[in-house]
């Protein structure tokens, strides 16, 4: 049954991502777990760094096992995914669609990833449609014992709220993390993509001036005297060109020139091996 789970839930395309999240951001976080529900099933799942809430006091050590409170947020779910009256309260679900209807804000609360798709050059819209929920999974204590909560944050509505271990017999959440760069008291730390974050920015401001400085080289500028170039538009390059002038050349035209940036290339150069040192 594991195998069959591991191949229809793509488990190890799943890993690979994981992998270069943690890379990346500096820190997976996995979600696994099973249900009875229509047969005996195992999820795994790779949560995204965004939605993922813990406790700050967790460090980054057992920040799992140390965690008074943790969740995942931007948890979609349609009013139909809801309806089983035995698992979730049907008056909560019901009232938080009704103000849905009348309130679609909740796209706002989308802040942080239109940040990043607009980062990536694509659109920043994202979209949740009329008949879906969006939901927090929190898991908590409260009163010594463990509790788990699916609720709607901005409606003050909670679908599910029942112990743990009525959830998961293990009464443990289903969380796992790793980081490339753990430290004892800091759950998020950087990754690989923040090390190379400056270098990268650096050698971009290096590389812009190499090229511009090349244009102008290239094209050049010119000073020259307004009462012996009779059209100056014909300064302009171009091909089989001519320009116009009353008397020498010599001394009516003067071409500024640019100085090379071989100071430049080797601050590049440099940043490169500070770069590869780092990685």
Known sequence: LLRRDMQLG????????????GALIGRTIYKKYSTSEDGFTD????????????DPLAGGLEPMERARFL???NIIRTIYDLDDKEIY??????????????????DNSYASRQARRTALGLSDAVYISDDALKL???????????????????????????????????NDHPFATWAPFPRLDEFWTPGLGELIKEPNIIQNVVLS???DNNAYRNYGMKAYDTTKVTNPAELVPKPMGK???????????????????????????????IYDKET
Request: with cysteine; charged share 25%.
């Open 10 to 21: 793509n488990w190890d395309l799943k890993d690979v991502v994981g992998k270069k999240e």
């Open 43 to 54: 999820y795994f799942e790779v949560v995204d760094h965004l939605d993922f809430l813990i």
């Open 71 to 73: 969740g995942q947020d």
């Open 89 to 106: 309260d049907q008056q909560s679900v019901a009232e938080i669609a009704a103000k849905l209807q009348s309130d679609r804000s909740a």
């Open 136 to 170: 927090v999974e929190w898991y908590t204590i409260y009163k010594g014992k463990k509790v788990y909560l699916l609720c709607s944050k901005e409606h003050m509505k909670a679908v599910r709220c029942l112990p743990l271990v009525e959830v998961f017999a293990s």
């Open 209 to 211: 001036q190499i090229l």
């Open 243 to 273: 320009v116009g002038v009353n008397g020498n050349p010599r001394d009516a035209i003067l071409q500024i020139e640019f100085p090379t940036l071989d100071n430049a290339v080797a601050a590049y150069n440099l940043v490169d091996q």
